[in-house]
């Protein structure tokens, strides 16, 4: 790869050139992790990143390129990397110093020509006197570096994805596939940047036979885009069933005796979250999904169901967020209702009933002779 083509695949990447370097003769045995570790050990290449990896036809084997922190062109550069012993040495490439000079140059007459000026007349500015410059070409000269040099949007200090192998069974430290993808397909909704770097996130995520499975797809799509590349790790890692039979499955999801509204509501939004990795749903449709399978597959005896039929037509529905909210603070309510009652203790006092023995119903029998007596005696 010459330096054309190096230059060529920076700009297509917005990666700068001072801070990118080329291997090449990679095999595709070769994992991201390897490359890294293999990286780590130079140090004049500060942190490093793998931005994109390209199939060499002549050879089939792979180019891959890295971003590093460090100005390459102030640091002297090995002509080799590798893992003594293990793999490698792969040939290291940077564009030399002359190609950055021409793309200054061509971006300092691009501005000129922009403004309407000619390289005479900044030369004209510098004849009278070197420290006659004017001000204002100072400044312009700067504004040009400061936009060369401006990053992509929300390119730092970004939640970064969890780690997903695929491997079975799940090693320490990483998630499922399930809460992998659903973490990854609220992120890529909220990050504000391009696609490319939304795809490059996704590559830093993933290892193993999950980073084949984009590697893979890269070689054979380069255009292909990060939702084309969530789309291939459903396949390969996600359910086997289409979206329309767990969209099926959703409908028919119940709540179960004994199970509180807000378990319920959990277990069906993970369900529907399924059906839209799937392509079964789209996003603006899930919160009227989620309110009528809770009017339709609630408990009939839940009371804070109850009260959800009755009031869920005078509004538009409530986001998952809304509904769990207002579901568990009604389960607390009620909870605390259940525990009051249950601390009231009714105290019964047993009163002990007279032992009548012989004496005592003897004693009874006189007494009622005596009023027998006196009652025939006052007639």
Request: glycine share 4%; hydrophobic share 35%; proline share 4%.
């Amino acid at each position: 790869m010459d330096a054309v083509e190096i230059e060529a695949w920076c700009k297509r990447k917005q990666l700068a050139f001072e801070n990118a370097l080329v291997l090449s003769n990679i095999t595709s045995d070769v994992t991201d992790d390897i490359l890294l570790r293999a990286l780590s050990q130079v140090k004049t290449f500060g942190k490093s990143k793998i931005i994109d990896r390209c199939l060499d036809t002549a050879s089939k084997t792979q180019f891959v390129l890295i971003w590093t922190s460090t100005d390459l062109t102030k640091q002297n550069l090995p002509d080799c990397v590798g893992l003594p012993g293990e793999t490698g040495p792969w040939p290291v490439h940077v564009l030399p110093v002359s190609r950055r000079e021409e793309e200054f140059k061509d971006k300092l007459l691009s501005f000129l020509k922009q403004e309407g000026k000619t390289v005479a007349d900044v030369r004209g500015f510098l004849e009278p006197s070197a420290l006659d410059v004017n001000t204002a070409l100072i400044n312009a000269l700067s504004s040009l570096v400061d936009k060369c040099n401006i990053a992509p949007v929300d390119t730092h200090g970004y939640r970064k994805l969890r780690m997903f192998s695929g491997a079975k069974p799940t090693p320490s430290g990483e998630e499922e596939y399930d809460a992998w993808a659903e973490q990854t397909m609220h992120l890529l909704e909220e990050w504000q940047c391009g696609d490319t770097v939304k795809k490059q996130r996704i590559v830093e995520s993933l290892k193993g036979p999950a980073a084949d499975i984009v590697r893979f797809l890269r070689t054979q799509n380069p255009t292909a885009t990060s939702y084309d590349y969530m789309q291939a790790l459903e396949v390969a890692f996600g359910t086997t069933e289409s979206a329309s039979d767990l969209l099926v499955r959703f409908r028919h999801t119940f709540q179960n005796d004994g199970e509180k509204l807000s378990s319920y509501l959990l277990r069906l939004d993970k369900l529907l979250h399924c059906v839209f990795r799937k392509g079964g749903v789209k996003i603006s449709e899930m919160d009227q999904l989620r309110i009528d399978q809770i009017v339709k597959g609630a408990l009939p005896s839940d009371m804070i169901a109850l009260r959800i039929r009755m009031t869920h037509k005078l509004r538009a529905p409530p986001t998952f967020s809304e509904l769990l909210k207002e579901v568990r603070e009604e389960e607390d309510v009620l909870q605390s209702r259940n525990d009051v009652k249950s601390t009231v203790v009714s105290n019964t006092v047993s009163v002990p009933r007279p032992n009548l023995d012989a004496k005592g119903n003897s004693e009874v029998e006189q007494l009622r002779k005596d009023i027998i007596t006196l009652l025939y005696r006052s007639f």
